[in-house]
């Protein structure tokens, strides 16, 4: 079964900073990658994806994910944060039918 | 498309009561995901259907919990009797066999509060 890792549950910087969040993941098989955002009070919504192709990918909001599959990693960064950024943040796998979700990254921008 | 219903929001319930989630897929979606997300655990899985039959209900935490998806268009989970451990937040979600590489679609959660 898959697993995603996500280190640094919580992350606590001012507006301007740059933000990565860390995501390891163990599949064997072919993998779909995923970041979604929870806003306080909110549902998961899909920040981005990836499943083939460039391995640098581009979500909503100026989010962006590498994959490295040497790494097995689907780092997020996003250059220049502002405070509506602030919300958790979960990566995902998606093996056999289902989506495995890492603990989640609770980001708090500072105004 | 209204997206993933769930009914309720919120649910209050005293432990020992029965407690019914609800949620509508997406028209057309033949994979519905539920999951529990919790400060502790985080989101976890607990069942899935695939064209309304019950695929892999390893997640469900025991036999307390159970799941039911009687047609395409809605599904259940039912805890009974709830204990205050099941306190959580239960999501649904949606997709199909050539949409799921996209991500899921979730609806808005049920906040169960068993005191």
């Known amino acids: 079964a898959q697993s995603v890792s996500q280190h640094n549950h919580h992350v606590i910087l001012s507006e301007a900073a740059s933000l990565e969040l860390g995501c390891n993941y163990s599949?064997?098989?072919?993998?779909?990658l995923f970041w979604y955002v929870q806003y306080p009070g909110q549902h998961l919504q899909l920040l981005l994806k990836?499943?083939?192709?460039?391995?640098l990918v581009k979500g909503i909001k100026g989010f962006e994910a590498e994959f490295i599959k040497s790494k097995f990693s689907f780092n997020l960064r996003k250059p220049s944060v502002q405070w509506s950024d602030t919300a958790e943040y979960f990566c995902?796998?998606?093996?056999?039918?289902?989506?495995?979700f890492g603990k989640g990254n609770q980001v708090v921008v500072i105004p | 498309d209204a997206g993933v219903i769930q009914s309720p929001r919120h649910e209050v319930t005293e432990m020992g009561q029965e407690v019914t989630l609800r949620c509508k897929p997406i028209?057309?979606?033949?994979?519905l995901f539920w999951y529990r997300q919790t400060m502790m655990r985080g989101l976890e899985l607990l069942i899935y259907?695939?064209?309304?039959?019950?695929?892999?209900d390893s997640g469900m935490p025991e036999d307390r919990f159970s799941a039911k998806m009687p047609n395409a268009s809605f599904s259940t989970l039912k805890i009974q009797p709830s204990e205050p451990r099941d306190s959580a937040v239960y999501f649904c979600?949606?997709?199909?066999?050539?949409?799921?590489?996209?991500?899921?679609?979730f609806g808005s959660g049920t906040r169960l509060t068993v005191v």
């Open positions: 979600a949606s997709t199909t066999e050539t949409t799921k590489r996209n991500g899921y679609t």
């Open positions: 995902a796998v998606n093996g056999n039918n289902r989506l495995a």
């Open positions: 028209s057309g979606h033949d994979y």
């Open positions: 990836y499943f083939s192709g460039d391995p």
């Open positions: 259907f695939n064209n309304n039959v019950p695929i892999d």
């Open positions: 599949y064997g098989g072919t993998v779909n």
